[in-house]
């Protein structure tokens, strides 16, 4: 990260002339970092937002704007004619502020108040309690995190974010641009892609934002990531990064997601926000983190987002049926184009093949063990239709149904073989 230091500006005399000096100091930490562990991006028992609880408000920074000096008329002056929106992802960022907000995770904290004297002395009446006790609901927030509106239609606005984010809540509430708390409902959540939709009344939506396509997306182009990291005081803050890799398999506790890799900084809070492109479109939704390597050393500049095209599957779904009921081959796979030589070497990989997803394991009893496919296939057709990485696997899989039968095409050792694969609940 990049640290800005206060500009020191002091005058010294010098033939009895005032001149002023102007000092600036910059410095830059860069960390190369190996054996990655995926970690949830959020603090908390519920892997949600933000913990709300012990967040800490930090001592105001006395940045360069704060500094002051008289200045003459013979010093150094600031130019009228300088760029206003210098920054090359203004106008994208101008296309999805007043879509992004902060969503709250509410948890119930419910207490009983009595007027019955029979409860002063640690006694009861059944009477007496039933008439004169009641209970009184509360709600504390337990955690933060982000969202963007996607869409406004038949009076609601649609937010996407996280699943993690809003799992566990008794209440959900979003913080818009504009710094109004509305209620929120929850229309359908996804752990496995751990993706939710959240609906508002549309008269609070102002702005919404668009999907753009991921699969277009390249190494090394830039993106900003928008959220509210560290909760809702540091709502609609943005970070600026590259595409590190807009392909990348990750395999978390419960299933394999392949995702886009970025070093914009994703922190605490920023689950479910947007990583928008330079045109101002939606090309991931933030979800995790790596921070630490399995020896404990921490990592800097390693954040992954959703890809669009599987969130924009996914949300469809949610919106439509509340929840995702997905076919499943039951195998672990990773795409040809994540594999070194090295690794194609060591894994046995002889084939030429340049784009294919190898099947690493196939799971007992699953469908794809029950049509026949084996370890070390590389899956390169479903359905005629070439597949190249988990993302786009999915994408045909998911507009079958449990029950439909696919055909599936594997290169095993240089031969084609064909595949009838009748497909099962996940």
């Known amino acids: 990260?990049?640290?800005?230091?206060?500009?020191?500006?002091?005058?010294?005399?010098?033939?009895?002339?005032?001149?002023?000096?102007?000092?600036?100091?910059?410095?830059?930490?860069?960390?190369?970092?190996?054996?990655?562990?995926?970690?949830?991006?959020?603090?908390?028992?519920?892997?949600?937002?933000?913990?709300?609880?012990?967040?800490?408000?930090?001592?105001?920074?006395?940045?360069?704007?704060?500094?002051?000096?008289?200045?003459?008329?013979?010093?150094?002056?600031?130019?009228?004619?300088?760029?206003?929106?210098?920054?090359?992802?203004?106008?994208?960022?101008?296309?999805?502020?007043?879509?992004?907000v902060s969503v709250i995770n509410l948890k119930k904290n419910s207490t009983r108040k009595s007027n019955s004297i029979y409860d002063l002395f640690g006694g009861s009446d059944d009477d007496s309690s039933s008439s004169s006790s009641s209970s009184t609901t509360k709600y504390t927030t337990y955690s933060e995190g982000s969202g963007v509106i996607y869409l406004k239609s038949n009076g609601k606005g649609y937010i996407v974010t996280n699943n993690h984010v809003i799992s566990g809540s008794d209440k959900v509430q979003v913080v818009?641009?504009?710094?109004?708390?509305?209620?929120?409902?929850?229309?359908?959540k996804d752990s496995t892609s751990d993706l939710a939709v959240l609906s508002i009344d549309a008269k609070y939506v102002t702005q919404t934002a668009s999907f753009g396509d991921s699969k277009s997306l390249i190494t090394g182009q830039t993106v900003i990531a928008v959220g509210s990291p560290m909760g809702s005081e540091y709502a609609s803050s943005v970070t600026q990064g590259i595409i590190s890799a807009p392909s990348r398999t990750i395999t978390t506790s419960s299933n394999q997601q392949t995702v886009i890799q970025t070093d914009a900084a994703i922190n605490p809070g920023n689950s479910g926000g947007p990583l928008v492109n330079s045109a101002g479109q939606v090309i991931g939704i933030n979800s995790m983190k790596l921070s630490q390597s399995t020896d404990g050393t921490s990592v800097e500049g390693m954040g992954f987002a959703i890809p669009s095209n599987e969130v924009v599957t996914i949300i469809n779904q949610l919106v439509k049926n509340g929840k995702v009921t997905r076919p499943q081959l039951g195998i672990k796979v990773i795409s040809l184009s994540e594999l070194s030589s090295a690794y194609k070497e060591q894994l046995g990989i002889k084939t030429n093949l340049k784009s294919g997803i190898y099947v690493a394991s196939v799971t007992k009893n699953s469908a794809a063990s029950a049509a026949g496919m084996k370890s070390g296939d590389i899956i390169t057709k479903v359905d005629g239709t070439s597949v190249s990485d988990v993302v786009s696997l999915h994408e045909i899989l998911y507009k079958h149904k449990i029950g439909d039968k696919v055909t599936v095409?594997?290169?095993?050792?240089?031969?084609?073989?064909?595949?009838d694969v009748t497909l099962k609940s996940n």
Do not use: F, H, P, W
């Not at 095409?409 to 595949?419: A, Q």
């Open 409 to 419: 095409t594997v290169d095993r050792n240089g031969k084609t073989v064909n595949l």
């Open 176 to 188: 818009l641009a504009s710094g109004k708390t509305v209620d929120a409902k929850v229309v359908g």
């Open 1 to 100: 990260m990049t640290e800005d230091k206060n500009q020191n500006i002091q005058n010294k005399s010098q033939n009895q002339a005032s001149r002023s000096n102007l000092n600036t100091a910059d410095k830059s930490q860069n960390k190369l970092l190996t054996k990655a562990a995926i970690v949830g991006v959020v603090a908390g028992l519920l892997g949600g937002g933000v913990s709300y609880v012990g967040l800490e408000q930090y001592s105001n920074y006395a940045g360069s704007s704060s500094a002051q000096t008289s200045i003459s008329s013979s010093s150094a002056s600031i130019s009228k004619t300088s760029a206003k929106n210098s920054g090359t992802m203004t106008s994208a960022y101008n296309k999805v502020k007043g879509a992004v």
